[in-house]
């Protein structure tokens, strides 16, 4: 179980990402240019990662120390490259997301481990420019409710684009992110109508405009 904490209710989550849309990339292309830097945030490794490569057994992973000593021991093995290589965007895209202010990327990258599914945190630096957001490590299905986790974990409510999705698989997701995406989607719908409201408004004063301009006596045109 992650130190990191998911938040408390859908209020905390930001709308920044309504509108966000996938962004194709080239991979391949991204790590020759950053010439062996990489493009994940990995979380740290949990119990349930030591116990997968079998170094629970000398180390007393129920306490602080031991899981210490575990890490230690795993980061300097060669499953620990082996774990990270698994961590890895597979598909030539990923979702534009920067952690919430007062989310650090290591509690994102954590808390995506542990509720994100088949996801990860990705961020990159080239020519000066730094891009963050949620790659997927899996592919060949619809991954929505995994992503719509992800930006939750993030701090942030779920695009549009993947909550139609996301809603009709709620039954995959972990049973803490459910009411958050759910009510999440709430927040979106709302701000929608606020939106359409809004330029329904804006849109009814243009016509009355339009229509008072109508009735007014066209000036003539000078020297006519």
């Known amino acids: ?54 170094f629970g057994g000398e180390y007393d992973l129920s306490t602080e120390e031991g899981l210490a000593e575990a890490i230690e021991a795993f980061e300097q093995s060669d499953s620990y490259y082996e774990w990270q290589d698994r961590n890895q965007p597979m598909m030539n895209y990923y979702w534009p997301c920067e952690p919430a202010h007062g989310t650090s990327a290591e509690k994102a990258a954590q808390l995506i481990a542990e509720f994100g599914g088949a996801t990860c945190l990705i961020s990159y630096k080239i020519e000066g420019e730094t891009y963050v957001g949620i790659g997927l490590t899996g592919g060949g299905m619809n991954l929505a409710h995994d992503i719509a986790a992800a930006y939750v974990c993030m701090g942030h409510t779920p695009p549009l684009a ?58 003539p045109a000078p020297g006519a």
């Open 1 to 54: 179980m992650s130190e990191h904490t998911l938040p408390p209710d859908a209020s905390r989550l930001g709308l920044r990402y309504r509108d966000a849309s996938a962004i194709t990339v080239d991979w391949e292309a991204i790590r020759n240019e950053l010439e062996g830097e990489g493009v994940v945030v990995h979380p740290r490794p949990g119990k349930d990662v030591l116990e997968e490569y079998d």
């Open 162 to 219: 993947v909550l139609d999705d996301a809603l009709s698989q709620i039954s995959q997701m972990s049973e803490e992110i459910r009411p958050l995406v759910v009510d999440g989607a709430a927040r979106v719908s709302e701000s929608l109508r606020w939106a359409a409201d809004n330029l329904d408004q804006r849109t009814a004063r243009a016509r009355a405009e339009l229509a008072v301009n109508a009735d007014e006596p066209t000036s």
